[in-house]
């Protein structure tokens, strides 16, 4: 019998456009120096340039709705149309000003020209909406919010103009819409005793609305991505899957229900039987299911088959990809379609412009263009047409055996390290409460200290510096200097505002990941290999290709100078190894748990070293380590034993009197809160503004031991929080965990935001503190 031609697919695109042409359109128009309708025009010019791509490359399908000015799941807040009430839209905004509103707290059509990323100005507006990581990616998306008063009706008419514009220009469309049960899912109750699953049976009549909207328009198949079914989900929200499909499927055209991120496990079977004309899987991230899935899925049902990595950026062996896909082929009767296994969101446009990237390196890598060009090849040979893509095969044979090969990738040194590691080498040496009083009687800290997270803004000055410094324009003296000045300008700023501990404000870093791997042994870098972490906010994650190692000090320089300005404490800041680990591109040829520990002792001498300079007090951040968490419970105990103890390594070096922080944000922690006391920072600092102090409720419940600093403002917003407010979140603060445990800091680090805003906030911030002490002193 004849099999069905394959097809191929992407289940999305990167947004940003291959020379970051957004996120600097974005902030232009944050700026007041673009109108809506500049903005909306390079947002239409991208989706073309993106939509040619992926015919370019052979798809036979164009993605539809992966586009978005900040967030996906915001694009579905409005096309759902259900934006919280506490926004006070009156519905004769703009809708692209409500969008921004809900995103940063303050619409662009408020913000004067001037600062990064915002204004640099005081702006009325409330908080905006809580950012959480997009399951285990280091992606965020804005939280949908959810009361008894919710109601669903369908609010914006952008999906179906996408999806014209893709169809005007000839192109054969699949529309892409975020399924109802993970809309839900990904949600928060804002009501006490509500369960935002009484919801659902509102909202499917609105995905029905748009699901014929989209058939009226011609559109043959809608991907419905339910990534919640790789969960471990509870009972009533697996039961309705069915019945939610069911109703879905009665007005809708072809419908790709879409999995990825994780294994489906027991949910392999429901997933198989939904409703649906076709079923993606991740074959990345659950290989091991290929075989039940081609087993239990209809014959008259496609097949979609997550077979190039969209999370990683190594080249694919296409030898072992179509050794996995040949028996599936065979076994599954129907149509078979190939895809990356999740949206190309979380990889780098393409190699094209990757000029000075290590030689050696960059062989082994695919980006996305790049992925989609596999896709092709794997089709080819999949379908009997092996014969047109022999010099692509061979190419992809000899990458993948020069990098095995490579007597970079490993280092008998780091081996025999991790080797010679025993348990104590985790440890401090004495337990917290002494710690703390030893610290205390140091550093003589009034209640409530004041600090903040690290990084003051990167001003233009700097980046104009560092940029002048990487082309050789500007000379190691010259930037050594430069550097020196910003450093003295924050010191001296912080001093002002009588802020207690103080950092010297990172002007020499670039990224918190990518300047310390541009430093230590088995990272590789790009020039261009930028990825989406927020609306405007991109980051260049290094490529982990080797053992990790540091050859030299990193940061001891820098703080040492910042300490000699001031009498006060300085704050040594570090990033930790599960962070690293998370945001880099990490290599996949040895348990990820190793290359962390690498990390850990890289890390670990660092923080000795700034010891040894007199520094008293290191931040390790950590704010990855819930990203990191496996989606399925079963495999928690093991990587956050190894995720603590690497950190407890990077941690362990120092004396007692010497204070060890952390900070963690953007993540739920309270299901793994004992693992994060098991870190055993002296000091956690943490994100919890967005949600009003809810984030700290499970560390005054579970009686957190240590010291902390919720965070009293949201630093991706450019309004500027009043005092009374901090004093406010507080207060709350204080009733769910000791005042003498608690310091005063902002959500996050500040390198995003403007001086004027920044010193604005923080001299609110440290007023906040001493009204707060003077009622403690009272």
Known sequence: MTRIPTLV??????RMGAQRELKFALEQHWRGEIDRAALEAVGADLRARHWLAQRDAGLDLVTVGDFAFYDHVANHIQLLGCEPERFGFGGDEPALSRYFTMARGVAADEAAPGGHEGCAHAHTGTFALEMTKWFDTNYHYLVPEFTPATRFALGSERLFEEVAEAQS??????????????????????SEGFDRFSLLDALLPV??????????????????????????????????????????????????????????????????QLPVAGLHVDAVRAADELTGVADWLPAHKVLSVGIVDGRNIWRTDLDAALARLRPVADKHRGALWLAPSCA??????????EHKLDPEVKPWLAFAVEKLDELRVLRAALDGEEGTVASALQAARTAVAARRSSPRVHRADVALRLARSVDGDDRRAAPFAERQAVQRARFALPPLPTTTIGSFPQTAAIR????????????????????RAEITLAVRKQEALDIDVLVHGEAERNDMVEYFGEQLDGFAFTANGWVQSYGSRCVKPPIIYGDVARPAPMTVEWTAFAQRLTTRPMKGMLTGPVTILQWSFVRDDQPRSVTTEQIAWAIRDEVVDLEQAGIGIVQIDEPAIREGLPLRRAGWKPYLQGATRAFRISASGVADRTQIHTHMCYSEFNDILPEIAAMDADVITIETSRSDMELLRGFGAFAYPNEIGPGVYDIHSPR?????????????????????????NPDCGLKTRGWPETEAALANMVAAAKQLRAELAG
Request: charged fraction near 20%.
């Open 344 to 353: 190309l969101l979380h990889v780098p446009f393409g190699l094209a412009a």
């Open 9 to 14: 697919h992407t289940l999305g695109f990167p």
């Open 720 to 744: 500027v929080p009043t005092t009374d407010e901090m004093v406010r979140l507080m207060r709350k603060a204080a009733a769910v965990v000791p005042p003498a445990h608690l310091w005063i």
């Open 207 to 272: 995905y029905e609305q748009v699901l014929a909207r989209l058939k009226a328009q011609g559109v043959e198949w809608v991907q419905v991505d339910e990534p919640i079914l790789g969960l471990d989900l509870p009972d009533v929200w697996r039961h309705a899957f069915e019945r939610s499909y069911w109703q879905l499927a009665r007005s809708a055209p072809r419908l790709m229900l879409a999995t990825y991120f994780s294994p489906l496990a027991e949910n392999l079977r429901l997933a198989c």
């Open 169 to 190: 220009l000839g192109h054969p469309v699949k529309a892409v819409l975020l399924g109802p049960l993970s809309f839900l899912w990904l949600g928060k109750e804002k």
């Open 464 to 483: 104009a510096a560092r940029a002048a410094f990487k082309r050789g324009e500007l000379d190691a003296a010259g930037y050594a200097e430069q550097m």
